[in-house]
């Protein structure tokens, strides 16, 4: 299908694009990776006045490491975090989700700023970025992700505000993430996060509410020294998952359940 | 308001004015006349539009033409040279890796990439590098081993689609 008639501009520049987003005022978007933005636009769910585009925007593409953090630029695709050895070496966890995002075609474009900056419930990253404490910075500010991502789709961007990096802590050690689904190239029905770090876990959830979701009833519990198994059984404490076309409330909380104890169980 | 875009499609040169909401499977088909990449789906799902964009292996429906400004793509239309197959297309041929045919050129399109990025690949590999595109017609057992023979007779080669050898020439 084809979608309704926008505005089209190029930036190369940060400032750029954000100049271009003000000048067009309200209804612009950002169009980075376009995997989310396009198909809705196709269906005509999403009706935006004009795009900024930023994929000329080379500076935003980028892994560093940076003694106890991890930079990602927001334009940095998922190919590149699934294959980056910075990556692999300092949180190999997001070089695995980012090697279970969508499909080839899909990880060549989608970024890991759109990912976060459209704050879909059931994106990947935002899991990892909320349990491990990833910061998110704009070209205005840095926002921690727990005051990120607020609801479904709502994030406290500002109209002329782009993410242009997210950093996380380095964290080498045990860590699994269970991405569920029905078929490979699918956005999860349920994903379950277990990561290592000074000495702690931290344990994550997609796709069970409005938000990403850091499961820290089952964080303390393993901190109290229960099993696996029992400390998993928290995972479905105080959620209230949507019901959807791929699953019900009810199942969603025994995927959490379940798969979080495999992800600790996996982890280590 | 329209825009130039000026791409390198199968190593000729093109330049057309277009709407921003031009998608660029509509631009390859309807104004460019290569009709060879399929349009299977409106959701970004079945591959069927696979091309290459500079070497990688995209979903051309889930671009706008505006964005291919300046780039260099491969359709299924660029992978025969000199009246003779490509390696990928005559194993599909040889290994009846179709049945209707509709979502072939994506396959061969995803293929090109996959041997390019992994010219040795196990049948996982190959299960996995294909995760993006449908066959409507459960085909698989057949297109995994055209894929598998395309290797072979390649020799480990990497896919070389006709415009990067064009380019090579150039």
Known sequence: MIPAAFEYARASSVEEASSLLNRFGEGAKVLAGGHSLVPLMRLRLAQPKALVDINGIKDLDYVKADGSRLRIGALTRHVTIQRSKVVRDNLPILAEVAGEIGDNQVRNLGTIGGVVAYADAAGDYPTIALMLDADIVTNQRTIPAEDFFQDLFTTPLAPDEIVTEVVFPVASGPHKYIKFRRRLFDWAIVG???????????????????TPVRAKAVEDALQKGAKPEEAAEHA???????????????????LARVLTRRAI???? | MSHKVVTTVNGRRYEHEVEPRLLLVHHLRDNLGLTGTHIGCDTTQCGACTILLDGQAVKSCNLFAVQAEGRSLTTIEGMAKDGQLHPIQQAFWDEHGLQCGYCTPGFIMAAAYLLAENPNPTED??????????????????????????????????????TQAAERRA
């Not at chain 1, 479905?236 to 025994?254: F, I």
């Not at chain 1, 169980?265 to 280590?268: C, F, G």
């Not at chain 2, 057949?142 to 689609?161: C, D, L, S, W």
């Open chain 1, 192 to 210: 379950a996060a277990a990561q290592k770090l000074n000495g702690g876990w931290r344990i994550g959830l997609t796709n069970v509410g409005p």
């Open chain 1, 236 to 254: 479905s404490d105080g959620l209230e998952p949507a019901d959807d076309l791929r699953a019900n409330p009810e199942y969603k909380k025994h």
């Open chain 1, 265 to 268: 169980q996996q982890a280590e």
């Open chain 2, 125 to 162: 590999d190959i299960r996995r590098g294909f995760e993006g595109n449908l066959c409507r017609c459960t085909g698989y057992v057949n297109i995994i081993k055209a894929v598998q023979t395309a290797a072979r007779t390649m020799g480990g080669a990497e896919a070389k689609p006709a």
